[in-house]
């Protein structure tokens, strides 16, 4: 590919009997249309099964299959195109009917493209929700996304971070069950947590000196103690570790009072200790218009704010804006990643391999 055009992004389209498919092929005429020429898509998924799909939503669109040989950029006249990376089901897909037979299509769609970028087709991901329930009902082990990528890259801690209505969450634990939260919170895993907050803040979102909010574990951060001991035992020493490296974190503040404007004007992000602690707030804000940002892999990965709406596919009205969301800031992290690759080049600051 001439290296002046951009590598594509991978979409991959999720459970194929969500609304995946969908908002992933609103979303990207919606890209191409807006921003030809800039970064262009390559949508991982079965390409009968997305033709069918684009009939079903009435779509002006037109198929091409992905071939890594041949560089494709959707240029003025080309913003109608959907360039797809076959994928083939495994047994038909029925909209609104979850099926264990397509568990190992989906998950090849997230192989495919992590292949694709790893052999420098790709420059990122973006996915499209998958159905945890069904993958696990399958005999496959399965918590999200986020583990399983961080499996896959050999990436021995991730954060997940959501970002819509002006903030950023970041979040100390992931996909764990609420009776595992305190277990999991400890001084090496909070400190490793807030390095690759802070670094990913500076990397892959151009953030020099990034301020962080963290919030505390438990009601009024513990009260003193007396409802609870993990803000003094684990949260406010760490937090005092990174104010003595010269890192603007502070807290932990009261989860239940901090996000107000107050505090977030003051902040490039909060990070809560725990999934439904921290992301009903944002959802709240800015829920169809998230996005979901996996840091601490060696790649960029975004996602949409939601699951797979299985009461909604095939009815066409999912609305596809965080799916175009997340393909802006993944198009955004790649240029800011590249922007300080060349930074660091130039000066030779070394900074963790991302
Ligand atoms: N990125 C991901 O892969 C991802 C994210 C969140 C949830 N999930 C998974 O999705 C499955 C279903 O989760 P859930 O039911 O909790 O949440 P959900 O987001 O699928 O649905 C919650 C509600 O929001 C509505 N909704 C969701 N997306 C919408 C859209 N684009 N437009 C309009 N309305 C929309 C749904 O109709 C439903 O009423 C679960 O297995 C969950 O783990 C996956
Ligand atoms: N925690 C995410 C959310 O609430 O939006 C969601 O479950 C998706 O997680 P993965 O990206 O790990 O699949």
Known sequence: MDSNTPLPLALTTGEPAGIGAEVSLRAAL??????????????????????????NMALDVQFRHYDANAPFTHTQDATQIIQVAHVPLRAPATAGQLSTANAPHVLELLDTALNGIASQQFSGMVTAPVHKGIINDAG?????????????????????????????????????????????????????????????????????????????????AGEGGHMGMEEIDVITPVIQSFQQRGHDVRGPYPADTLFQPHYLNDADAVLA?????????????SFGHGVNITL??????????????????GKNTADAGSMFA?????????????????????????????
């Open 30 to 55: 919606q890209w191409q249309n807006q921003t030809p020429s800039l970064t262009p898509l390559v949508l991982m998924g079965d390409y009968d099964f997305l033709i069918a799909t684009a009939r």
């Open 326 to 354: 997340a393909i802006q800031c993944a198009h955004d992290m790649v240029h800011a990643s590249h922007m300080n690759a060349a930074v660091n080049t130039q000066t030779n600051v070394s900074t963790r391999k991302i």
């Open 140 to 220: 496959i082990a399965f918590t999200g996304h986020t583990e399983y990528l961080a499996d896959k890259t050999q990436t021995d801690q991730v954060v997940m971070m959501l970002a819509g209505g002006g903030m950023r969450v970041a979040l100390a634990t992931t996909h764990v069950p609420l009776k595992l939260i305190s277990d999991a919170i400890t001084i090496p895993s909070l400190t490793r947590t807030l390095d690759i907050l802070l670094h990913d803040l500076t990397v892959k979102f151009n953030i020099a000196q990034p301020r962080v909010l963290v919030t505390g574990l438990n009601p009024h």
């Open 273 to 285: 200790m725990y999934h439904d602690q921290g992301l009903p707030v944002l959802k709240y804000a």
């Open 296 to 313: 601490g892999l060696p790649i960029i990965r975004t996602s949409v704010d939601h699951g797979t709406a299985i009461d909604l596919a």
